[in-house]
């Protein structure tokens, strides 16, 4: 178990972020952990990276991760330098690691003067190192993450976004509570339910949650940054990743009362929409061409039964009172076949 108390300033100051870096970090757990076949829904994705591993030489930087260990230096996977970075901004970060950082953080880990051989350039050729890391991060993610990362933002940024009303509504406590099955909450306790056995203290610190698609591959945490404590967990969404997902199930207009009332492209829009999305999220939900899902949805802003929501960089969609209503008390019956 991983336990970190929390004093009321960090709680206080919990904030959300996503973070392409902890996506490349924990796929690369995932892909360890399961060398022969990985659970679905990573099992097709899996294999692909592999062969992205195997047949392409520039990746080979990145396999430094698997080599680590459970504990390292936070500086070969930094807290996200905003709150929905891109891959690049976070890669300019570690190469622009300064060496009085890695300083700092070697000692908690390993003897500076008796370190393993995957950490030592680090010290002894710290921007080759960096540079060397950073490149091989940046190949791997444009052969095994970036292809599908359009519908990854789409299903993190839907998860910030309910995150974020859970904490602004109901405050840090109730999030906590009902983060994650392997995230436990007692105040003023976090725990995260791993094989390992440590305890931290976080003191005036901002607790910075980082939602993942592939938590699966391990629950991962940073404690050295001396203003930020960071978790990440499973965000919801990972079926993405599934090869042949099913496309959506036809329903006969004739029969759908939503359909026959507003069309059924908008009903599909419309029911996806209990969940907030984006327009990329609702394209890859629903099988639709992203034209298609963005000329429905300007059709229902303009009868008032959805709204747009700015987070970040993305926009997302979601139900207006009207909307909501529409899906509730029309949308769960079937037309009459009596004219």
Do not use: N
């Not at 496309?247 to 359909?259: F, M, N, S």
């Amino acid at each position: 178990m991983i336990r970190i108390e929390l004093d009321e300033p960090t709680l206080t100051r919990t904030r959300i972020a996503t973070s392409p870096l902890w996506e490349v970090k924990c796929s690369l757990y995932l892909l360890q952990r399961y060398r022969d076949e990985a659970p679905w829904p990573y099992t097709g994705w899996a294999r692909h990276a592999w062969r992205v591993l195997a047949e392409q030489p520039a990746t080979a930087p990145v396999r430094l991760y698997t080599r680590t260990g459970p504990w390292y230096p936070d500086f070969l996977g930094p807290v996200p330098p905003s709150a929905s970075p891109t891959i690049e901004e976070e890669l300019a970060a570690l190469r622009a690691t300064p060496a009085e950082v890695i300083a700092e953080q070697i000692p908690r880990y390993h003897d500076p003067d008796d370190l393993p051989e995957w950490l030592r350039p680090f010290v002894t050729d710290r921007q080759a190192a960096l540079d060397r890391l950073a490149d091989g991060v940046q190949a791997y993610w444009d052969a095994a993450l970036a292809p599908w990362w359009p519908a990854m933002r789409a299903a993190l940024d839907e998860e910030v976004l309910h995150r974020a009303r859970a904490l602004a509504a109901d405050g840090p406590d109730a999030l906590l509570a009902d983060l994650h099955e392997r995230v436990r909450w007692e105040r003023p306790v976090l725990t995260l339910v791993k094989p390992s056995d440590r305890a931290f203290r976080a003191v005036d610190q901002r607790l910075l949650l980082i939602p993942l698609i592939f938590s699966r591959g391990a629950l991962t945490h940073s404690t050295d940054h001396p203003e930020v404590i960071a978790v990440s967990y499973q965000a919801r969404g990972s079926a993405l990743l599934a090869e042949g997902r099913p496309a959506p199930a036809a329903v006969e207009p004739g029969t759908d009362r939503l359909a026959v009332l507003v069309g059924r492209g908008r009903a599909q829009v419309l029911r996806a929409l209990a969940r907030p999305a984006t327009t990329a999220g609702l394209a890859a939900t629903l099988g639709l061409a992203p034209s298609t899902v963005s000329e429905h949805l300007a059709a229902l802003l303009a009868a008032g039964v959805v709204h747009r929501r700015r987070v970040g960089r993305r926009v997302l969609y979601g139900l207006e009172p009207a909307g909501l209503a529409l899906v509730t008390l029309i949308g769960a019956g079937t037309a009459s076949a009596s004219a």
